[in-house]
């Protein structure tokens, strides 16, 4: 029996799925393309590549008001904002995106359950799409840092591109009852997925892990100066990546009255760290460059047991200095002898 799956099969199955949930998908703009939500299965696009922002936004979003408040109000008022977490397919997600949900779920669930996100993630099928060649060879570094392009065992529903095809599995309960009914068989998890090996599917090698341990001794290093010298501080590296998750909590409005909203934020703003007194412990661009290397690749697999970085490469091809984060890792991975401590 055949078990390839061709993209009509596919655009069968999203119809099907489209009866029942909102579909999040990557669709064709002529700035490339973006995640957004679809009406139609021929509005996919099924063999997108790489979308130069990730699809975070979709289960913690830029801006989102938390409350309303009116103080002035007799008795005062706080008005809990509707939340917007309709059940969505999030669908084609390549496994670099998928090990950024990972990432989330990581923080947002772990000392404290943070409900907005919960509500959106539990309601969210994640459907993933293995990478047969990486989108971006120039700066794809999955497979080094430890997630495999044809494979995402955190996704609910597997799609694996192959000659002639696709293949499809369920590695959920929430998937395979999605499949239910689904135009052609469904397949089994191969027993050696998700084992990366550097270079695969074309991505770039490097030793990443060399590198994030060669760091622990480079915190004082002067070399972060010269390291984050083009570094203007935009923040775009932040906001383009599926694992970043800061956000800032501000009252927008005055004493009296307004909404509590929050909105992303990123380590290497000038004000990221400033105190109300004025201080900033991070007054230099460079001290703010070293926190996201770290916080990456030191501080947050201390806590979680994997890195805080996908390698999905994006950060590479956005950054408008040309600040290379495979370079930087090359850096420590080349000479990991330095003075100082991981802090
Ligand atoms: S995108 Fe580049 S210039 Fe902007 S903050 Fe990130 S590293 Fe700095
Ligand atoms: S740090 Fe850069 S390469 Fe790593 S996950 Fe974020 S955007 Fe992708």
């Known amino acids: 029996m055949d078990l390839r799956w061709t993209v009509d099969d596919l655009k069968t199955w999203t119809s099907a799925l489209l009866r029942e949930r909102r579909i999040v998908a990557p669709v ?74 990972r990432a989330l779920d990581a923080v947002m669930r772990w000392d404290y359950v943070d409900e907005p996100f919960e509500a959106r993630r539990a309601g969210t099928l994640l459907v993933a799409l293995g990478c047969a060649t ?28 192959v000659e002639g095809g696709y293949t499809v599995c369920a590695l959920t309960a929430a998937g395979e009852a999605s499949l239910e009914g689904a135009p052609k ?30 760091l622990r001794g480079r915190f004082d290093d002067p070399v972060w100066e010269s390291l984050s010298d083009a570094c203007v501080g935009c923040g775009t590296c932040a906001y383009v990546c599926p694992s970043c998750h800061c956000f800032d909590v501000v009252d927008e409005g005055d004493w009296r009255r307004g909404e509590r909203v929050r909105n992303w934020d990123a380590c290497a703003f000038d004000h990221f760290t400033a105190h ?19 916080h990456k690749f030191v501080y947050y697999p201390e806590k979680f047991g994997h890195l805080l970085c996908t390698g999905c490469g994006r950060c590479v091809d956005a950054c408008p200095a040309g600040m290379d984060l495979v370079e930087v890792l090359q850096v420590f991975e080349a000479a990991p002898a330095g003075q100082g401590g991981a802090r």
């Open 28 to 101: 064709v703009t002529p700035a490339g393309p973006v995640w957004a939500p679809v009406r139609d299965a021929g509005e996919v696009a099924w063999d997108y590549g790489r979308t130069a922002v990730s699809p975070r936004e979709w289960l913690l979003p830029r801006h989102e008001t938390l409350f309303a408040y009116d103080l002035a109000a007799n008795p005062p008022q706080l008005v809990e904002a509707p939340l917007d977490a309709p059940p969505t397919v999030l669908l084609l997600v390549h496994p670099c995106d998928v090990a950024g949900v």
């Open 134 to 161: 990486a989108p971006s060879p120039e700066s794809c570094f999955c497979a080094a840092a430890g997630v495999d392009p044809a494979w995402a065992p955190k996704a609910d529903v597997m799609i694996s591109p």
């Open 185 to 214: 068989p469904l397949t089994a998890a191969p027993a050696d997925a998700g084992r990366p090996a550097p270079g695969k599917a074309g991505t770039l090698a490097l030793d990443v892990a060399a590198a994030a341990a060669a």
């Open 276 to 294: 109300a007194s004025g201080h900033n412990p991070r007054p230099r661009q460079s001290l703010r460059y070293r926190q996201r290397i770290y």
